[in-house]
């Protein structure tokens, strides 16, 4: 409900505009969540219990690290489906072309809410799982940088693919562990950043845009009829 209370007006809103939107929104509700009482203000709220499913709490990170992967292909099932509906051939549209895609008929506004209010479903179920991992919740869990990071896994990975996001996540998150183990743990950041700078300019759809489209080319190459072969009469 939340989701589409804010979704109407802001994505009105488009490119750019959209965008910087979305982080003074992210802005406001972290400066309110530090002055508000129900929030713990700047201490947030701590003592938060483990994951519990049907009963069963979750204490190990082994089993974290399951419960989540689960999580994320089960999010990417979801993504992979929706984008056989017409609403998801309705975003493709409003991907390429707005303009093109309202002169198709479609209904750009609801398009776009309704994914809007499925991803914010998807990331509060990701938030709920990183609160009862670390057992608090505070404001600087989620904070510009933190939305930052999110944004430079996107733009990595592939903005334009199901998979983008998990492929940029997993190539950030080990970069910042690498780094972490070698001693220089503030590096990562101005890396990722170089990262999507080079990705935005030789590799727009990403990593896994450039990994589809080579696929793609193979399989048209080996589907191709061998022409040195001789026709057979």
């Known amino acids: 409900g939340f989701a589409w209370t804010i979704g109407r007006p802001i994505l009105k809103?488009?490119?750019?505009?959209?965008?910087?939107?979305?982080l003074a929104l992210q802005l406001i509700l972290a400066h309110a969540a530090r002055e508000l009482e129900f929030t713990g203000q700047a201490l947030g709220v701590s003592g938060i219990p483990k994951f519990r499913v049907l009963g069963w709490s979750i204490e190990s990170d082994l089993a974290y690290y399951l419960i989540v992967?689960?999580?994320?292909?089960?999010?990417?099932?979801?993504g992979l489906n929706i984008e056989r509906t017409g609403v998801g051939r309705a975003l493709k549209a409003v991907g390429t072309s707005e303009t093109v895609a309202a002169s198709l008929g479609v209904d750009i506004s609801?398009?776009?809410?309704?994914?809007?209010?499925?991803?914010?479903?998807?990331?509060?179920?990701?938030?709920?799982?990183?609160?009862h991992y670390l057992r608090l919740?505070?404001?600087?869990?989620?904070?510009?940088?933190?939305?930052?990071?999110?944004?430079?896994?996107?733009?990595?990975g592939g903005l334009a693919s199901v998979w983008g996001g998990i492929t940029?996540?997993?190539?950030?998150?080990?970069?910042r562990e690498g780094l972490r183990a070698l001693g220089y743990p503030h590096l990562d950041t101005l890396l990722m950043a170089?990262?999507?700078?080079?990705?935005?300019?030789?590799?727009?759809?990403?990593?896994?845009?450039?990994?589809?489209?080579?696929?793609?080319?193979?399989?048209?190459?080996?589907?191709?009829?061998?022409?040195?072969?001789?026709a057979t009469q």
């Open 69 to 78: 992967w689960l999580i994320v292909f089960g999010f990417a099932f979801v």
């Open 13 to 22: 809103l488009r490119g750019f505009i959209l965008a910087l939107a979305s």
């Open 168 to 175: 940029g996540a997993v190539l950030f998150v080990g970069v």
């Open 194 to 230: 170089l990262a999507s700078v080079v990705m935005l300019i030789a590799l727009p759809n990403g990593i896994a845009g450039a990994v589809a489209a080579r696929f793609r080319r193979l399989t048209r190459r080996w589907s191709r009829p061998d022409e040195s072969a001789p």
């Open 110 to 131: 609801r398009a776009k809410l309704q994914m809007f209010v499925i991803s914010a479903a998807m990331a509060s179920v990701s938030g709920s799982l990183t609160v």
């Open 137 to 156: 919740m505070e404001p600087t869990v989620f904070d510009f940088h933190f939305s930052l990071n999110i944004i430079t896994a996107v733009v990595v």
